[in-house]
């Protein structure tokens, strides 16, 4: 099992920066790849990062590209999203998922292919 938490939502005005957490315990935390996914009011859940076990490889939805980063520290056990010039559109319930990787290059970008979940973090973006 491995249990996720994340942390460090808030409310931003739009044009502004935030950096949410997620502290995974539970297993080797390097073995898993790692996701960001975002559920707003009424929308399904969507795909905003992926990175891989190391961090060598990441992929990003097209709506967050240029602006997002996912980052991890494995000797902290935890896997960032920073997010800069936000949107109101970036308003939702953020959540990270692991799924353990066999290979280095490894991102997975649909959430079906995730094996374990956060309870999540709210971002709001003020107008």
């Known amino acids: 099992q491995v249990q996720l938490v994340e942390s460090g939502g808030g409310l931003v005005q739009a044009g502004g920066s935030l950096r949410i957490s997620c502290v995974a315990s539970g297993r080797t935390f390097s073995n898993y790849a790692m996701g960001w996914f975002r559920q707003a009011p009424g929308k399904e859940r969507e795909f905003v990062a992926a990175i891989s076990w190391s961090g060598g490889n990441t992929f990003y939805a097209d709506s967050v590209k240029g602006r997002f980063t996912s980052s991890r520290d494995n000797a902290k056990n935890t896997v960032y999203l920073q997010m800069n010039s936000l949107k109101p559109e970036d308003t939702a319930v953020y959540y990270c998922?692991?799924?353990?990787?066999?290979?280095?290059?490894?991102?997975?970008?649909?959430?079906?292919?995730?094996?374990?979940w956060g309870q999540g973090t709210q971002v709001t973006v003020s107008s």
């Open positions: 998922a692991a799924v353990l990787s066999y290979t280095d290059s490894y991102v997975a970008i649909n959430r079906h292919q995730y094996d374990y």
